[in-house]
């Protein structure tokens, strides 16, 4: 059979084969429902999808031996523009830029906000509304045990660490939320978003920082330290403070109404993701 032939033979058979669209509609409808189906597990196989999304969505040049030549390494669940860390200890979760912290009234947020180290708050009947918001702080202290949290059957994992998630509910707000409790940081965290759907997106950008330290906050230390024979706040976070890998250095100036050694102010301020080892300036009444 000559080449005219065998190029006449193909194009008839080519005629005579039906070709469907892509299914793009039912592979949408598909990758929604996945994204809906929601589960109480956390793993690291999210940063493993999404490190393989980009490897496999660039383009592989090869040689002519067919063997691809190195690619350059992929930053593993970096955190996307126009968004910050927050955490505690090595756990942290990106928020947007432009969320303030603690954008509280009588405890309740008045507007999206990350919600960081929150002292003695006034009470009043405020409604919340439908205002999105990121809370961070230490886990629950176990009254029976002085100095330790109540202890959390982790039920997954994230980045490989253990860690508990379980959804709550607001009796005077339309939000979804959910909180996720890191036994080995000692940190709680709990969101609520205006759908499930951008919960799990606020969720996706929880992670673990090895390199980093979240700075503690000093406003609800005395049950954590109750029978350690630490009498003082001050004493108490710098305690925190070096519990964590960091380094405190105490500086004191009058503050009026404050008694002698009360914390009135720490710089960074907690929440803020620092290099471990990092100096921590605590500014005390003196």
Request: hydrophobic share 40%.
């Amino acid at each position: 059979m000559n080449e005219a032939k065998l190029t006449e033979l193909l194009e008839q058979v080519g005629d005579r084969t039906a070709v469907s669209p892509p299914p793009i509609d039912a592979m949408r409808s598909g990758a929604t429902r996945r994204r809906r189906r929601r589960t109480a597990i956390w793993s690291a196989a999210g940063t493993a999808v999404a490190v393989a999304a980009v490897i496999g969505g660039s383009t592989v040049l090869t040689n002519n031996e067919t063997t691809p030549f190195p690619q350059p390494p992929v930053a593993a669940n970096p955190v996307p523009e126009g968004m910050r860390l927050v955490g505690l200890g090595h756990a942290a979760i990106a928020v947007p830029q432009d969320w303030p912290t603690n954008k509280l009234k009588c405890g309740t947020p008045t507007a999206a906000t990350v919600i960081v180290d929150v002292g003695p708050q006034a009470l009043c009947a405020l409604p919340r509304g439908n205002v999105e918001s990121i809370e961070i702080a230490r886990m629950p202290v176990n009254p029976e045990k002085p100095g330790s949290t109540i202890e959390v059957k982790p039920n997954g994992t994230i980045d490989g660490v253990p860690a508990y998630r379980e959804s709550v509910a607001l009796t005077d707000a339309p939000l979804c939320g959910e909180s996720v409790k890191i036994p080995s940081q000692k940190l709680w965290i709990t969101a609520y978003a205006k759908d499930c759907e951008a919960l799990d997106q606020m969720l996706d950008q929880f992670r673990i920082v090895d390199d980093q330290t979240g700075i503690p906050g000093f406003q609800n230390l005395e049950l954590e330290f109750l029978g350690q024979g630490l009498e003082t706040p001050q004493a108490m976070y710098e305690a925190s403070l070096k519990a964590y890998g960091l380094v405190p250095t105490v500086v004191s100036k009058p503050a009026a109404g404050a008694p002698k050694g009360a914390v009135i102010e720490v710089s960074p301020v907690p929440g803020t993701m620092v290099p471990n080892g990092s100096t921590v300036t605590v500014t005390v009444a003196g």
